[in-house]
C-alpha cells in the first residue's frame, strides 16, 4: 500500500538536495518521477492534482488571503500550485520510490539532454508520442537562446503543430495562423485545465487564439496591449466525453437525427433533452468537475457550447448552441447538480434543428460533430443583491450598418449592452443597445435627433443573488444613483429626476477605451486577414488619471 505523502521528512530532504544539483533540469526530472508515480500506482494523476490543489489552497489561507480569487491573480496562483506541485513530488516519490530510482531517472534525463546537445533532430515522432514528451521536448526548444532556436525551429513547429491539432483544432486555415502565436507554455495552459479528452472546441480555441494574438509583443500587428486584455478563468471539457456519455446512457439512437426532416427533428427534439436531462455523466468528470466548482469559489458563471465546428476561420457557424448561467449560490451539491444540467442541456443542443439546418447549410451535415464545453466565471461585479458585468458587447472590424455614411466602414464599430447578453450580432432594429462606431465614436446611430433614447436599452439580465437566479428586469428597477460605474455607462434623464438611459455616451468619449478597441480589432483582423467579430466584456478600473480598462475576450470569429 503506498504510504501517506508526509510520513517521512529526512527521505524528503535527500530528494530535494539531489534535485536541486540540477536547477534547470529539475523541472523534467520532476516530470519523470511524477509519471512513474502515476505508472506504478503509486497515486492516480487525478488524485495527486486534487491534493495539490487543496495544498495550495490551504497555502493561500496561511498566508491570510481572505478573498483568493480577487487577491490572487491567475499567474501568482499558477506559480503556487507549481511550487505545490514540486513539493508534493518530492514528497511522494521519496517516501514510495527512494533515491535509488531517482538517480536512475536524472541520469535518463541528461542522457536525454546530451543527445539533444549533440544533434537537433528529434529522436520520436511527434504524432505519436505522449503528451509528455511533447510538453517536454517543447518546452526544452522554446527555453533556447535564439540562435540556438532557430536551428531546430521546424522541430519547434512540428510539435506545436502536433500540439494544436490533438488540443484545439485539424483546420489548415486554423492551424496556418496558430501555430505562429502560441508558444509551448500557451498550449500545455490548456492541457492542463481540460476534464476528459478530445479538443477544447472551435468557440474555445478562437478565443484562445484571439488572446494570444492581442497579448503577443509584435509591433507589425499594432500597438501593444497585453496588460489590457485577458480572457476570464476557464476550464474546458475535451470533446470526447459526450462520446462516452451517448454510449454510457445507450443515446446512440438519437444520432441519426441529422438525416431527418426539419418537421421530424423539431418534433422529436423535446424527447431528446428530456433524454439528456436523465442521463448521468462518467463518474471521473463529475469529480473533476466538483474541483472545478471549488476553484470557482462561489463565483457565478457561464457553461458554453463550444463545438468542433463553431468559430472556424472560414465560417463562423455560431450561435447555434447553448450556453447556461449558473449562479452558484447554493450549497456545493446544489451548485453541482446545476452545472451538470447545464452539460446536459448543451450536449442535447447538439440535436437542435437549427443547428441541424445550419451543418446542412454549409455542407457539413456528415461532418462528426463533437461537443466541447467551457465553463467560465462571469465577469462583473455586485451590486447590491445582483451580480452584473458593467460592459458586454460585440465588436466588429467592418461596420454592418450606415455604410453609406461618413462613418468609415474599415474602422469598425461595438454594440455595447449593460449586464448580462446573449448574442448582441443581430441587425440594428431587433435588438436596444448603444452603438460605437470607432471612426466617429461621438456620432451614435441609434441616439436619433429629437428621440435620442427611444433605442436605448430598456432591461437588464442579471444574477438575483439572492434567489440563485438569472433575471431580466426593467433597468429602471435596477441602476440607481449609487450604482459604482454610474457615469461610464448612463446619461440621466433630463426630464426624469433619478432616472437614467443606457448610452455608454463616457466611453464614446474617452479616447483610451476607443484607442484599445480599434487596436484590437485592427490586430485581429490583420493576423486573420479577414474581417472579425469579436464578443468581449469590459472591467473598468479606477486609476489616478481617471480609469483604465481591461478587455475580456469571450469570443472570436470570422465575420459572415
Known amino acids: 500500500m503506498p504510504t501517506a505523502p508526509l510520513r517521512s521528512v529526512t527521505p524528503t530532504i535527500d530528494v530535494y538536495v539531489k534535485l536541486a544539483q540540477y536547477p534547470i533540469m529539475s523541472d523534467r526530472i520532476r516530470l519523470r518521477m511524477r509519471e512513474e508515480l502515476f505508472r506504478r500506482g503509486v497515486i492516480s494523476q487525478q488524485k495527486f492534482e486534487k491534493e495539490v490543489k487543496k495544498m495550495a489552497v490551504e497555502s493561500q489561507q496561511r498566508e491570510g488571503l481572505r478573498d483568493p480569487s480577487n487577491q490572487e491573480d491567475e499567474v501568482t496562483w499558477q506559480k503556487r500550485v507549481e511550487i505545490v506541485r514540486e513539493m508534493h513530488t518530492d514528497m511522494y516519490f521519496a517516501n514510495n520510490l527512494g533515491s535509488g530510482l531517482l538517480d536512475q531517472l536524472i541520469e535518463e534525463v541528461l542522457r536525454n539532454d546530451e543527445t539533444l546537445d549533440e544533434a537537433t533532430d528529434l529522436n520520436f515522432n511527434p504524432e505519436i508520442a505522449p503528451w509528455a514528451l511533447l510538453f517536454s521536448q517543447g518546452e526544452i526548444y522554446d527555453a533556447l537562446p535564439p540562435p540556438e532556436k532557430e536551428k531546430i525551429k521546424h522541430h519547434l513547429q512540428e ?224 451590486y447590491g443583491r445582483y451580480f452584473l458585468p458593467t460592459v458586454i458587447g460585440t465588436g466588429r472590424s467592418d461596420t454592418p450598418w450606415h455604410k453609406n455614411t461618413v462613418m468609415q466602414v474599415e474602422d469598425g464599430c461595438l454594440r ?101 478597441m480599434r487596436s484590437a480589432l485592427m490586430r485581429l483582423k490583420k493576423v486573420y486577414q479577414k474581417p472579425v467579430v469579436v464578443e468581449f466584456t469590459v472591467d473598468i478600473i479606477p486609476a489616478r488619471t481617471g480609469v483604465d480598462y481591461k478587455l475580456y475576450i469571450l469570443q472570436c470569429h470570422t465575420s459572415d
Open 159 to 382: 510539435i506545436k503543430v502536433v500540439l494544436i491539432k490533438r488540443l484545439m483544432s485539424d483546420q489548415l486555415p486554423f492551424i496556418a495562423v496558430a501555430r505562429h502565436v502560441f508558444n509551448i507554455s500557451d498550449l500545455r495552459w490548456v492541457y492542463e485545465r481540460m476534464i476528459g479528452g478530445g479538443k477544447i472546441g472551435g468557440k474555445a480555441s478562437g478565443m484562445m487564439l484571439a488572446w494570444k494574438i492581442l497579448a503577443k509583443n509584435e509591433p507589425d500587428w499594432g500597438p501593444h496591449i497585453q496588460q489590457q486584455v485577458d480572457i476570464p478563468e476557464t476550464f474546458f471539457i475535451g470533446s470526447e466525453i459526450i462520446y462516452e456519455f451517448i454510449y454510457h446512457n445507450k443515446l446512440t439512437r438519437f444520432l441519426n437525427q441529422k438525416y431527418l426532416s426539419k418537421e421530424e427533428m423539431e418534433q422529436q427534439y423535446p424527447a431528446i433533452v428530456k433524454a439528456h436531462l436523465a442521463a448521468d455523466l462518467p463518474d471521473i468528470t463529475v469529480e473533476q468537475l466538483r474541483e472545478t466548482l471549488e476553484r470557482l469559489n462561489g463565483r457565478p458563471f457561464i457553461v458554453r457550447s463550444s463545438s468542433l465546428l463553431e468559430d472556424h476561420i472560414a465560417y463562423s457557424f455560431a450561435g447555434q448552441y447553448r450556453s447556461y448561467f449558473c449562479p452558484n449560490q447554493r450549497d456545493p451539491e446544489a451548485n453541482l447538480q446545476a452545472l451538470k444540467e447545464a452539460i446536459k442541456r448543451v450536449y442535447a443542443s447538439t440535436f437542435n434543428p437549427r443547428a441541424m439546418a445550419e451543418r446542412q447549410k454549409h455542407g457539413l451535415i456528415d461532418y462528426d460533430e463533437r461537443m466541447a464545453i467551457m465553463i467560465q466565471p462571469l465577469v462583473g461585479h455586485v
Open 416 to 516: 455595447l449592452v449593460w449586464g448580462l447578453a446573449g448574442r448582441i450580432v443581430d441587425p440594428l432594429n431587433t435588438q436596444q443597445s448603444s452603438i460605437i462606431m470607432l471612426s466617429h465614436p461621438q456620432k451614435r446611430p441609434e441616439q436619433t435627433e429629437g428621440t435620442p433614447y427611444s433605442q436605448t436599452q430598456r432591461e437588464v439580465r442579471l444574477i438575483d443573488l439572492d434567489t440563485n437566479e438569472q433575471k431580466t428586469l426593467p433597468v429602471k428597477k435596477v441602476l440607481k444613483p449609487d450604482y459604482p460605474f454610474l457615469e461610464y455607462v448612463a446619461t440621466p434623464d433630463p426630464e426624469h429626476l433619478d432616472s437614467y438611459h443606457i448610452t455608454f455616451d463616457y466611453l464614446a468619449q474617452d479616447p483610451k477605451f476607443v484607442k484599445l
